[in-house]
T-cell receptor
Framework: RKEVEQDPGPFNVPEGATVAFNCTYS??????FFWYRQDCRKEPKLLMS???SGNEDGRFTAQLNRASQYISLLIRDSKLSDSATYLC?????????FGQGTTLQVKP | NAGVTQTPKFQVLKTGQSMTLQCAQD?????MYWYRQDPGMGLRLIYY???????DKGEVPNGYNVSRLNKREFSLRLESAAPSQTSVYFC????????????FGPGTRLTVT
């Protein structure tokens, strides 16, 4: 079983749609969680950290469920510019473990 | 402030050739990392350096060596390239005393024929 698993997609949605990605992790000792964004043929960049209480940054909401060991990312009012691959990242031992990513395509 | 820089951007090697990928950061970060990214596999850690003078193996170190030349620079060497090392290589750095956020370089696309 992979340490971090994501549905690779692609998720094809129209502009303005709400889309949600889930990610599961296997190491219950994991302490830190993140979502990174990676544009096509570019480097990953931090989108947001995920806190136990859930957190929001504009149209983006991240949530953590420790009991079920999953993390989610919700994007509201999707924009064309949101098209990218979203990487779920977990930190169980001081080193980051990356999921394979979920690809989002927002269509006009 | 350039962040993390990598050279070269692209490289084609023949099987058995050697080469060194260069990485430098100007953010005064103490930790640096080398990853490879393959389709469907996500980013996998090859080697990392928690601080100047130390290096440790990651998930997929076989076939690679690293050197932490100074605080700024962390190089990755392929001694005898194999087609299985065809990949995109990313270098990253982090200020381990302040955050878990890693800053990535633009990547090196390596093809081994």
């Amino acid at each position: 079983r992979k340490e971090v698993e994501q549905d690779p997609g692609p998720f094809n949605v129209p502009e303005g749609a709400t889309v949600a990605f889930n990610c599961t992790y296997s190491n219950s000792a994991s302490q830190s969680f993140f979502w990174y964004r990676q544009d096509c043929r570019k480097e990953p960049k931090l989108l947001m950290s995920v806190y136990s209480s859930g957190n929001e940054d504009g149209r983006f909401t991240a949530q953590l469920n420790r009991a079920s060991q999953y993390i989610s990312l919700l994007i509201r009012d999707s924009k064309l510019s949101d098209s990218a691959t979203y990487l779920c990242v977990v930190n169980p031992t001081g080193k980051l473990i990356f999921g394979q990513g979920t690809t989002l395509q927002v269509k006009p | 402030n350039a962040g993390v820089t990598q050279t070269p951007k692209f490289q084609v090697l023949k099987t058995g050739q050697s080469m060194t990928l260069q990485c430098a950061q100007d953010m005064n970060h103490n930790s640096m990392y080398w990853y490879r990214q393959d389709p469907g596999m996500g980013l996998r850690l090859i080697y990392y350096s928690a601080s100047e003078g130390t290096t440790d193996k990651g998930e997929v170190p076989n076939g690679y060596n690293v050197s932490r030349l100074n605080k700024r620079e962390f190089s990755l060497r392929l001694e005898s390239a194999a087609p299985s090392q065809t990949s995109v290589y990313f270098c990253a750095s982090r200020d381990r005393d302040r955050s878990y956020e890693q800053y990535f370089g633009p990547g090196t696309r390596l093809t081994v024929t």
